[in-house]
């Protein structure tokens, strides 16, 4: 019996306590949604300082500077697994003007891939639509 009170307490107790240290979901502020930024025209890859780098050119829709973004490429191979991600960043992107990205493919091995491309805000909201892409390392 005595073994019965300590967990009947025991889970009164967390049915009280848990509620009130579980912090609440933040939402986000960063109304713009995904056609904030869009792409403009068809991404490329080239060489950029000696290493392949893909350039993804942005557009910024919204009505103010975004001062940071990240840019992600998601490679897949020919059966669809993830087998590399790489990132760049846009710095002061003004209101309805364009931004390259550059997206360095250092230590990928060469080959035809499948490039998912999309932006987020640093906090994590996506930015824009994510575009797929054949990409040639």
Known sequence: MNRLAVLYA??????????????????SPFTGGTDAWTIKGQPTVAPFNGNPTARVNYQNN??????????YL???NSVGQ???VKLATVNNLASNTNSTAFVVLYNVPSGTY???VFA??????AMSLPTVVQVTV
């Open 82 to 84: 993830t087998v590399d």
């Open 10 to 27: 025991v889970i009164s107790l967390a049915v009280i306590v848990v509620p009130s240290v579980v912090a609440p979901a933040a939402a």
């Open 62 to 71: 919204l009505n103010v500077t975004i001062s940071l973004a990240l840019v």
């Open 120 to 125: 987020t805000l640093p906090s994590g909201p």
């Open 114 to 116: 499948s490039a998912t």
């Open 74 to 76: 998601v490679l897949h």
